[in-house]
């Protein structure tokens, strides 16, 4: 029996860059998941008897709001539903699941890199028929609609078995539980060079991926321990955990620092890595050598060409507006394009769908490829295990002969975490205002040579994105990039992008830090960081 149950809009459900974020506490709120979901539903059309795509990250309140979500699309006219058994299923794994089974789309539950717990975040976000993030114009009128709405409908039963592996039914609606690794793992088993994996490792290559007790766990065990013969151990932390073992789930050096130690001792493994919270980001550390995601981006486009998957070569490159330049330089040698599109991976989906992009990355530990349309952790890692195998070099080696060749991007980001909006919305109008006076002007890091606010023409469908971070650029190539972010549940965060580039004739070995370091200074000078915000310094260094 179909419900129809009468409700107030909520006022703070519009979707940032990846979905609707909250504390667990918000989305607890009596009807607050069900308006969403129903908003989203009520966005779309032409989706009866089709089929959806319904996983997430296992992390706390996932199983509930899958219920929900089962029956409000069971009331809705949906056909079927495919689920990840037990509700798990990671980002790029939900993806290729929406793309390979035709689905309509499907409801990714993650808040991606952020804590899990009661106290902690949840999120949901609706992924398109290519896979992908949904587009603005379909999160606008998602927003849109969580303004107006008046009702939802759900069927009034009880709750299914999403635990165990079949076929059930649902007022009418087929709900297929379904093993959430075995096709992706297929998927990556045909993109990469498994076999010269396999011998690499079997001849004493050593690796160790850290899963951060979330959804990459099964993933890793599956791919790494079983398909390529690492040893049982070489995962760590790999059973999903709805708080993430009181971890928080983002690969960056203070969060896996348990693994970047361990790669930086003497007994370290040739190879270590992580993965975040849904899936889809990454962290590639050697042997006594951290690679940052800028870098690593820029080199698995340099060398995709060695993974079976790409051995035709690639289309061109997007990164977003923060990354670092390094990829640039790398497409310029192979003579293909480079596009830079605003964060969001959203952004990518169309490039990807033209065939006009291969490879993909943002600075924040995101890099994927057009085999679905969103970022992939695992899918990097396999990649850099795939260059390994092939060049028969350390990653250090890697890094260094890149560097010779192309050049170096010193570059970090600093974040400043939880700021009042209020705050945070002075700072960037305090910059936007100062952006035509900037131009000639000498600070720490040098004089200024231009100054703007980030917009982004799309090449595939003419749209325009405005406002999208704003750019510092000096005389000598170094930039300075200032941007809100929008996955974050409380306050606002800063973030901070610092970039100096040496060509391949000048220093290549200095400390990141001491070569930042006077740009770092004209970073908090220009936007007054300390006077808007109260800090004195950055919540997290990547």
Same mark, same amino acid.
């Given at each position: 029996?179909?419900?129809?149950?009468?409700?107030?809009?909520?006022?703070?459900?519009?979707?940032?860059?990846?979905?609707?974020?909250?504390?667990?506490?918000?989305?607890?709120?009596?009807?607050?998941?069900?308006?969403?979901?129903?908003?989203?539903?009520?966005?779309?059309?032409?989706?009866?008897?089709?089929?959806?795509?319904?996983?997430?990250?296992?992390?706390?309140?996932?199983?509930? +709001?899958?219920?929900?979500?089962?029956?409000?699309?069971?009331?809705?006219?949906?056909?079927?539903?495919?689920?990840?058994?037990?509700?798990?299923?990671?980002?790029?794994?939900?993806?290729?699941?929406?793309?390979?089974?035709?689905? $309509?789309?499907?409801?990714?539950?993650?808040?991606?890199?952020?804590?899990?717990?009661?106290?902690?975040?949840?999120?949901?976000?609706?992924?398109?028929?290519?896979?992908?993030?949904?587009?603005?114009?379909?999160?606008?009128?998602?927003?849109?609609?969580?303004?107006?709405?008046?009702?939802?409908?759900?069927?009034?039963?009880?709750?299914?078995?999403?635990?165990?592996?079949?076929?059930?039914?649902?007022?009418?609606?087929?709900?297929?539980?379904?093993?959430?690794?075995?096709?992706?793992?297929?998927?990556?088993?045909?993109?990469?060079? $498994?076999?010269?994996?396999?011998?690499?490792?079997?001849?004493? $290559?050593?690796?160790?991926?850290?899963?951060?007790?979330?959804?990459?766990?099964?993933?890793?065990?599956?791919?790494?321990?079983?398909?390529?013969?690492?040893?049982?151990?070489? +995962?760590?932390?790999?059973?999903?955990?709805?708080?993430?073992?009181?971890?928080?789930?983002?690969?960056?050096?203070?969060?896996?620092?348990?693994?970047?130690?361990?790669?930086?001792?003497?007994?370290?493994?040739?190879?270590?890595?992580?993965?975040?919270?849904?899936?889809?980001?990454?962290?590639?550390?050697?042997?006594?050598?951290?690679?940052?995601?800028?870098? @690593?981006?820029?080199?698995?486009?340099?060398?995709?060409?060695?993974?079976?998957?790409?051995?035709? &070569?690639?289309?061109?490159?997007?990164?977003?507006?923060?990354?670092?330049?390094?990829?640039?330089?790398?497409?310029?040698?192979?003579?293909?394009?480079?596009?830079?599109?605003?964060?969001?991976?959203?952004?990518?989906?169309?490039?990807?769908?033209?065939?006009?992009?291969?490879?993909? &990355?943002?600075?924040?530990?995101?890099?994927? @490829?057009?085999?679905?349309?969103?970022?992939?952790?695992?899918?990097?890692?396999?990649?850099?295990?795939?260059?390994?195998?092939?060049?028969?070099?350390?990653?250090?080696?890697?890094?260094?002969?890149?560097?010779?060749?192309?050049?170096?991007?010193?570059?970090?980001?600093?974040?400043?975490?939880?700021?009042?909006?209020?705050?945070? #919305?002075?700072?960037?109008?305090?910059?936007?205002?100062?952006?035509?006076?900037?131009?000639?002007?000498?600070?720490?890091? &040098?004089?200024?040579? @231009?100054?703007?606010?980030?917009?982004?023409?799309?090449?595939?469908?003419?749209?325009?994105?405005?406002?999208?971070?704003?750019?510092?650029?000096?005389?000598?190539?170094?930039?300075?990039?200032?941007?809100?972010?929008?996955?974050?549940?409380?306050?606002?965060?800063?973030?901070?992008?610092?970039?100096?580039?040496? #060509?391949?004739?000048?220093?290549?070995?200095?400390?990141?830090? #001491?070569?930042?370091?006077?740009? +770092?200074?004209?970073?908090?000078?220009?936007?007054?960081?300390?006077? $808007?915000?109260?800090?004195?310094?950055?919540?997290?260094?990547?």
């Amino acid at each position: 029996m179909i419900q129809i149950v009468a409700i107030k809009p909520f006022n703070d459900q519009k979707p940032g860059t990846s979905g609707l974020r909250k504390k667990v506490r918000v989305f607890q709120q009596p009807h607050y998941a069900a308006n969403f979901v129903q908003s989203v539903f009520d966005s779309l059309s032409g989706f009866e008897g089709q089929t959806l795509v319904v996983g997430g990250d296992g992390r706390y309140f996932n199983r509930e +709001v899958i219920q929900v979500v089962l029956k409000m699309a069971a009331a809705n006219g949906f056909g079927r539903v495919l689920v990840g058994q037990g509700g798990i299923l990671s980002t790029p794994a939900a993806s290729h699941l929406i793309r390979s089974s035709g689905a $309509f789309g499907g409801l990714v539950l993650s808040a991606s890199h952020n804590p899990g717990g009661p106290d902690e975040d949840f999120g949901i976000k609706y992924n398109v028929g290519n896979g992908g993030p949904a587009p603005e114009k379909v999160t606008d009128a998602i927003h849109a609609r969580t303004l107006s709405i008046d009702s939802y409908r759900i069927v009034d039963a009880g709750d299914i078995d999403i635990d165990t592996l079949g076929t059930r039914e649902l007022a009418g609606m087929t709900v297929e539980i379904v093993d959430p690794v075995a096709a992706y793992a297929d998927l990556m088993e045909q993109l990469f060079d $498994f076999p010269a994996i396999r011998e690499m490792i079997a001849e004493g $290559f050593t690796l160790s991926f850290d899963a951060m007790s979330a959804v990459t766990g099964p993933y890793a065990k599956e791919i790494f321990e079983r398909r390529l013969g690492a040893q049982s151990g070489t +995962v760590r932390n790999g059973t999903p955990l709805p708080d993430f073992g009181h971890h928080h789930p983002d690969p960056n050096l203070v969060h896996a620092k348990e693994l970047y130690d361990r790669m930086m001792g003497d007994a370290a493994p040739d190879f270590g890595a992580a993965s975040d919270g849904d899936g889809d980001r990454n962290l590639i550390i050697g042997r006594n050598c951290y690679v940052t995601p800028s870098d @690593s981006l820029a080199v698995l486009a340099a060398n995709a060409h060695l993974a079976p998957g790409y051995a035709k &070569g690639l289309t061109g490159i997007a990164r977003s507006m923060p990354t670092s330049g390094a990829a640039d330089r790398v497409a310029e040698k192979l003579g293909i394009p480079l596009y830079e599109t605003p964060t969001g991976w959203k952004f990518f989906g169309n490039l990807l769908d033209a065939g006009m992009a291969t490879i993909c &990355g943002e600075e924040s530990a995101g890099t994927g @490829s057009d085999h679905v349309r969103e970022k992939d952790g695992i899918w990097a890692v396999l990649l850099w295990l795939n260059i390994l195998a092939s060049r028969r070099q350390s990653v250090a080696e890697i890094m260094q002969t890149h560097w010779a060749t192309y050049g170096r991007n010193y570059y970090a980001r600093h974040d400043y975490e939880a700021i009042a909006k209020d705050r945070a #919305d002075a700072l960037m109008a305090a910059l936007r205002d100062r952006l035509t006076a900037l131009p000639g002007t000498a600070n720490s890091g &040098g004089t200024v040579q @231009s100054a703007d606010d980030f917009a982004y023409s799309d090449p595939t469908d003419q749209s325009v994105s405005r406002n999208q971070g704003i750019r510092i650029l000096f005389e000598d190539g170094s930039r300075v990039v200032f941007r809100l972010s929008g996955t974050g549940t409380e306050g606002a965060t800063l973030r901070v992008y610092i970039e100096r580039y040496v #060509d391949r004739h000048g220093k290549l070995d200095m400390e990141t830090e #001491d070569a930042l370091a006077p740009l +770092v200074r004209a970073a908090r000078e220009i936007a007054d960081i300390t006077g $808007f915000t109260g800090m004195e310094q950055p919540s997290v260094i990547t």
